[in-house]
């Protein structure tokens, strides 16, 4: 009879093992990540998304994390675990109940503070290449026409082309998932003025895939040469003279073509216009720091200008920049702000109003 007891006592302590094996072998942790800038996005390394900081993580599995955000480097976050003790008492007194805690796991993570300052990656500068040439150059524009307040390309219905959002199907997204379905087909432009002597930077984004894409006039303005540079790549893709399609200095809208790209992201134009209250997000390059993300409303649309007023901050570099509503479609050319203005008073193209005399 002792010995019966005794092998039923066993077989209960292995069940009881394997059967609370998340709970006994598992580790329970508490890590807090800040970060400065904050904001940053935190994943596991298994790819997993946990949160922006600052953020409370709280889990049984053990797992390492890094931050990632546009201008910065990744920083990875390098945690560790202790033995706990607990763990033994919660063998021995199985057979009642006892310890069936997170705070019996067989590794226990102390309370882990982790701030990390990211470092700023360092900003793609344009260099042009110029061939020896009289004192006074051809600007880009002017090489494409004698008209330097409006230009319209031959068979313009035909050549521009821009994707429209279907009237169906839509719905709103989250900030995270617009910037990840949408930032690649956002760029960044230079422009330079003859012999390099001034050197600019902008944002310009695709509205189809074959390449078509629209930015600022201003920033095309008195260029002898631009270039594009798509997100996360260090190649530089100049446009010529037969790739300007249309421009209006008093819009301040310029539509091009980008030639020797295969099958471009783009983002889709919305099929109508957002209303005051509205939530809207954008992504330029404000200060060269490549494809920035921000949020806010619409403010109010201010037909007399021609202007967009938004809350969503920009700033120099972000000009010729997608503003997108909620679904992730294009609403908007980021185009200016007021420097002296602490108040995020912010302007935008309106983009529909642009295009709709293109369809």
């Known amino acids: 009879m002792k010995k019966l007891s005794t092998l039923f006592s066993m077989a209960v302590l292995v069940c009881t093992i394997f059967s609370s094996c998340v709970s006994m072998f598992g580790i329970y942790k508490k890590v807090y990540i800040s970060s400065t800038p904050s904001g940053a996005f935190i994943y596991r390394d298994d790819g997993e998304y946990v949160g922006q900081t600052p953020f409370l993580y709280e889990g049984k599995a053990h797992h390492n994390f890094y931050l990632s955000m546009n201008g910065y480097e990744d920083a990875g976050i390098y945690t560790e675990?202790?033995?706990?003790?607990?763990?033994?008492?919660?063998?021995?007194?199985?057979?009642?109940?006892?310890?069936?805690?997170?705070?019996?796991?067989?590794f226990k993570e102390k309370e882990s503070y982790y701030n990390i300052t990211l470092k700023p990656k360092p900003v793609q500068t344009y260099t042009p290449t110029y061939t020896t040439a009289p004192a006074r150059v051809p600007t880009l524009l002017e090489s494409v026409s004698s008209n330097s307040e409006q230009y319209i390309c031959v068979n313009a219905l035909s050549r521009i082309s821009p994707t429209?959002?279907?009237?169906?199907?839509?719905?709103?997204l989250k900030g995270r998932d617009i910037f990840k379905k949408y930032s690649n087909a956002v760029f960044m432009i230079?422009?330079?003025?003859?012999n390099a002597e001034q050197i600019w930077q902008g944002s310009g984004f695709f509205v189809n895939s074959n390449g078509l894409a629209v930015s600022n006039y201003h920033n095309f303005e008195d260029a002898n040469k631009i270039a594009i540079k798509l997100y996360g790549s260090d190649t530089f893709h100049e446009i010529s003279k037969n790739d300007i399609l249309a421009y209006s200095k008093s819009e301040d809208y310029i539509i091009f073509k980008v030639v020797g790209l295969f099958s471009t992201p783009f983002i889709p134009i919305a099929y109508q216009r957002s209303e005051v209250g509205d939530k809207v997000y954008t992504i330029g390059s404000p200060k060269g720091l490549e494809n920035t993300f921000s949020s806010g409303e619409i403010s109010q649309y201010r037909t007399e200008l021609g202007y967009i007023q938004i809350t969503a901050p920009i700033d120099h570099g972000s000009s010729g920049g997608v503003l997108l509503n909620e679904c992730g479609e294009a609403i908007g050319i980021t185009s200016a702000g007021r420097d002296d203005s602490g108040a995020n008073l912010n302007f935008c193209r309106d983009l529909l109003y642009i295009m709709?005399?293109?369809?």
């Open 81 to 106: 675990s202790k033995f706990n003790p607990l763990y033994l008492a919660n063998i021995i007194l199985i057979p009642y109940g006892f310890f069936e805690t997170n705070n019996a796991t067989t």
């Open 164 to 172: 429209y959002s279907s009237s169906t199907n839509r719905k709103v």
């Open 356 to 359: 709709n005399r293109y369809r």
């Open 190 to 194: 230079y422009g330079a003025t003859s």
